[in-house]
């Protein structure tokens, strides 16, 4: 299947009420569990590659197979930059043939990140790319207990408008109590202060650091208006406790490890796939 921009199938999901996950991947064993799953579920998805691979030995021709993958699928897919924490990250991800890019600002001042994301938008938009942005900051999980409660750097929801006018984006990060890896402490989402940003906008919301969260909060969350879910951390501790079984059984081989990393992550895509209502949704 061609690649495509995520943008139509993301306003799609957006209309109709459900969601769609974005699974940040590095590596291939991880990558086959994610189209096993995709294919099996016959369900949009979304590959995410965060941006510092790019810099690792080999990281770019590893891009390119992520590319060159997802043109085999049988299901719509979009290979997509996560945290893209520059303009020059994000023109390489296009220039490598991904379909969608974001740029994370969200620790810059509103008007910098304004500025830089209005240029990824006109460079991605001339390319048929969607652009994906953050306002507010979305903290990591080793932190919640010290930022979640106090709110901090949650999305105000009176700078969505100016943001999305300004720069044309065509998706938008926001924080509402979600955080990056494992939670120290336990997560809470602001599902008012969701359903305010989201009835003040007509794109997609997207919520990073959906590890962790109980199926009740990602559901909530999807009807309350978010779109996409970004999701690595938990795919990575399954693939690592899949793992650690196979270590102790009886053969403990390169080929059991190798299927052992391809379940753990095909399982909990497919579960996430389901959760969502992705699935039969290609
Ligand atoms: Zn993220």
């Known amino acids: 299947m061609p690649l495509v921009s995520f943008v139509d199938q993301l306003n799609r999901a957006r209309r109709e009420g459900w969601g769609i996950p974005l699974f940040d991947i ?14 099996a579920k016959n369900a949009p998805t979304i590959v995410g590659v965060y941006g510092g691979l790019f810099d690792r030995p080999g990281g770019k021709e590893f891009c390119s197979y992520f590319v060159k993958r997802c043109q085999t699928s049988t299901v719509p897919m979009s290979v997509y930059l996560d945290h893209g924490d520059s303009f020059e990250r994000c023109i390489q991800a296009l220039h490598l043939g991904f379909t969608d890019v974001m740029y994370d600002g969200s620790q ?27 306002l507010g900051h979305v903290g ?5 207990e010290s930022f979640g409660s106090r709110r901090e750097g949650f999305t105000k929801p009176e700078d969505v408008e ?4 300004e720069t044309g ?8 109590g979600s955080a990056h890896g494992q939670y120290k402490g336990t997560p809470e989402l602001d599902y008012e202060l969701l359903a305010e940003i989201s009835s003040r906008v007509d794109i997609p919301l997207v919520m990073h ?8 909060q990602f559901q909530t969350a999807i009807s309350k208006g978010i779109t996409k879910v970004n999701i690595f951390t938990d795919l990575a501790m399954a693939a690592g406790a899949n793992l650690i079984e196979a270590a102790r059984s009886e053969s403990p081989n390169l080929m059991v490890m ?3 990393v391809r ?4 399982v909990r895509c497919e579960h996430y796939l389901d959760l969502f209502g992705a699935t039969d949704k290609a």
């Open 26 to 39: 590095f590596e291939r064993l991880g990558t086959d569990g994610i189209y096993l799953a995709a294919e």
């Open 108 to 134: 810059l001042p509103m008007d910098e990140n304004i500025a830089t994301t209005k240029m990824v938008v006109r460079a991605a938009h001339a390319v048929g790319a969607g652009v994906e942005a953050e």
């Open 140 to 144: 990591r999980g080793s932190d919640y």
């Open 162 to 165: 100016r943001f999305i006018e």
């Open 169 to 176: 984006v065509d998706f938008l990060a926001i924080a509402i």
């Open 209 to 216: 650091g959906g590890s962790g969260l109980s199926d009740e």
């Open 258 to 260: 190798a299927n052992a």
């Open 263 to 266: 379940e753990g992550f095909r």
